[in-house]
């Protein structure tokens, strides 16, 4: 909830109606998205992968790496998102340990997720 609470006050949010896509798979990113309102879901290749709500993050590989986003995330109700660029990312990274630890921790929780994933997928072949 680290990110829900660093952000929840911020006043620039990016609004996207239900049923918009935040981010395409594909695209190139400069940006991450701290969710502060509403739900959003992850697919990669049209897979479901996840379902995000209020403090969770998307897009994060692209500020870290600079490659292109790997997932396309379509808000399902009407969302506020918080835009952190790579000047702000690394500026939290290194006057937020906290933020930084957080970050990796997700991003294992993910990595975990799609290591599940691929297993079930090759179970089903």
């Known amino acids: 909830m680290i990110f829900y609470e660093l952000f929840q006050h911020d006043p620039n949010f990016l609004e996207i109606k239900r049923g918009e896509v935040l981010l395409r798979e594909g695209d190139i990113g400069e940006a991450m998205y701290v969710l502060i309102e509403g739900q959003a879901k ?3 290749q049209g897979l479901f992968f996840a ?6 993050f998307v897009g994060e590989l692209a500020v870290i790496d600079g490659s292109s986003r790997i997932n396309t995330t379509t808000a ?4 506020k998102f ?19 630890l957080e970050v ?9 997720r799609a290591d599940e994933l691929l297993i079930k997928a090759k179970q089903h072949d």
Request: charged letters at 35%; glycine letters at 8%; aromatic letters at 8%.
């Open 51 to 56: 379902e995000i709500g209020p403090g969770d």
């Open 104 to 112: 990796m921790r997700i991003l294992a929780l993910r990595l975990r």
């Open 42 to 44: 992850i697919e990669r």
């Open 82 to 100: 918080v835009v952190v660029d790579r000047k702000r990312f690394e500026y939290l990274v290194v006057e937020a340990p906290g933020f930084a």
């Open 76 to 79: 399902t109700t009407d969302c």
